[in-house]
T-cell receptor, first 116, second 110 residues
């Protein structure tokens, strides 16, 4: 297992276009998270899955954002009708969640999105 | 309100000059405090988890300590390759979300 893999590493898109990112987590991990990070800030929670179920979605996340995790394996994050404010680093992380053990996250290298 | 505050925002040191980074938190019922290192253009890399006041963890030139209100990341005799942004995070009252500090950007000059 080579860790959490994210593709693409960089994406430049025109405002109004749709984009999709992919995340392949560590296979033994049962949780997958999506975060967004802007310069000089810590990661901001977007959504997470436990196995194939999407259990929570940030209230800050607009309806233009959607995430899927078919069969509890890889996950995709789609942003529709991109806006310049969507420009950020999109991070995927996975962890093993056990009773009373939050566990440490393993992050991917992220996808840098630039909306022009 | 649950909150994590890191200081300083940035720290410039000469190689070999030891110092400490601070992470203060306000959350009820601490269920762990996490330290991560982040290099430019990359995702955060896990360093340590601390669970209870008085606990200490070490890795190479880094040592993390925890009190009831804050955590310190001590760096001893740093090298230029220790330059990075160091982030800390704590779980909130949910069972899924971490509250993150904004990080301390550490620059070690040769």
């Amino acid at each position: 297992d080579t860790g959490v893999s994210q593709n693409p590493r960089h994406k430049i898109t025109k405002r109004g276009q749709n984009v999709t990112f992919r995340c392949d987590p560590i296979s033994e991990h049962n949780r997958l998270y999506w975060y967004r990070q802007t310069l000089g800030q810590g990661p901001e929670f977007l959504t997470y899955f436990q196995n194939e179920a999407q259990l929570e979605k940030s209230r800050l996340l607009s309806d233009r954002f959607s995430a899927e995790r078919p069969k509890g394996s890889f996950s995709t994050l789609e942003i529709q009708r991109t806006e310049q404010g969507d420009s950020a680093m999109y991070l995927c992380a996975s962890s093993f969640w056990g009773a009373q053990d939050f566990g440490g996250y393993t992050f991917g290298s992220g996808t840098r999105l630039t909306v022009v | 309100e649950d909150q994590v505050t890191q200081s300083p925002e940035a720290l410039r040191l000469q190689e070999g000059e030891s110092s400490s980074l601070n992470c203060s938190y306000t959350v009820s019922g601490l269920r762990g405090l996490f330290w991560y290192r982040q290099d430019p253009g990359k995702g955060p890399e896990f360093l340590f988890t601390l669970y209870s006041a008085g606990e200490e963890k070490e890795k190479e030139r880094l040592k993390a300590t925890l009190t009831k209100k804050e955590s310190f990341l001590h760096i001893t005799a740093p090298k230029p390759e220790d330059s990075a942004t160091y982030l800390c995070a704590v779980p909130d009252n949910s069972n899924y979300q971490l509250i993150w500090g904004a990080g301390t950007k550490l620059i070690i000059k040769p």
